[in-house]
C-alpha cells in the first residue's frame, strides 16, 4: 500500500508492514505465484514467461519452494542495440504439511509453472461423526 492512500494518522500503522522483509516476500508471492489447495493437495502456480523448461530450476528445502528461472537469448553473431534477459526468483513458504516421501508434480506450459504437492495426513481434514447425547 503506497503511502498518502491512507489518511495521515494511518499511514504511521502502516509504515511496519510495508518495510518487513517477512511481509515482503508475501507481497512478492502473492504478485506472480498463487497458492490454492483442495483436501489432498496442495498447488502452487507461478509465472515464468518465455523461460524454457530446461531454464527453471525448483527446489523444496525445510517447507520453502524455490523457483529460479532464467531466460538466456542465443547469441546469434549480431551486434545487440538492447537485449531482454527474464530472470525470476520465487521464495514460497508452504503453509500446510506436505508427504515429504512423495515426490512433488511440477509441469510447465505457456508460462506457467504449476507445482503440486501431497498434503501429509496430519494436514488433512478430518471429518468427526456427530453423536445424539
Same mark, same amino acid.
Given at each position: 500500500?503506497?503511502?498518502?492512500? +491512507?489518511?495521515?494518522?494511518? *499511514?504511521? #500503522?502502516?509504515?511496519?508492514?510495508? =518495510?518487513?522483509? @517477512?511481509?515482503? *516476500? @508475501?507481497?512478492?508471492?502473492?504478485? *506472480?505465484?498463487? @497458492?490454492? &489447495?483442495? %483436501? ?7 509465472? #515464468?514467461?518465455?523461460?524454457?523448461? *530446461?531454464?527453471?530450476?525448483? =527446489?523444496? &528445502? ?6 529460479? /528461472? &532464467? /531466460? ?13 534477459? !527474464? !530472470?525470476? !526468483? ?9 508427504? %515429504? ?16 504437492? +501431497?498434503?501429509?495426513?496430519? !494436514?488433512?481434514?478430518?471429518?468427526? /461423526?456427530?453423536? %445424539?447425547?
Amino acid at each position: 500500500m503506497k503511502r498518502g492512500m +491512507l489518511p495521515f494518522f494511518l *499511514d504511521e #500503522v502502516f509504515d511496519d508492514y510495508r =518495510t518487513s522483509p @517477512i511481509l515482503a *516476500d @508475501i507481497k512478492a508471492v502473492q504478485s *506472480d505465484v498463487s @497458492i490454492s &489447495e483442495d %483436501e489432498d493437495r496442495l498447488y502452487i502456480r507461478a509465472h #515464468v514467461p518465455g523461460v524454457k523448461m *530446461d531454464q527453471i530450476h525448483v =527446489t523444496f &528445502e525445510k517447507g520453502v519452494l524455490w523457483i529460479k /528461472a &532464467e /531466460a538466456q537469448e542465443e547469441e546469434k553473431g549480431e551486434k545487440y542495440l538492447c537485449k531482454v534477459n !527474464s !530472470s525470476f !526468483s520465487y521464495r514460497v513458504p508452504i503453509p500446510v504439511r506436505v508427504d %515429504e516421501q512423495t515426490v512433488p508434480q511440477a509441469t510447465c506450459k505457456d508460462g506457467l509453472l504449476k507445482v503440486t504437492f +501431497l498434503k501429509s495426513k496430519a !494436514s488433512r481434514p478430518v471429518k468427526i /461423526a456427530i453423536k %445424539e447425547g
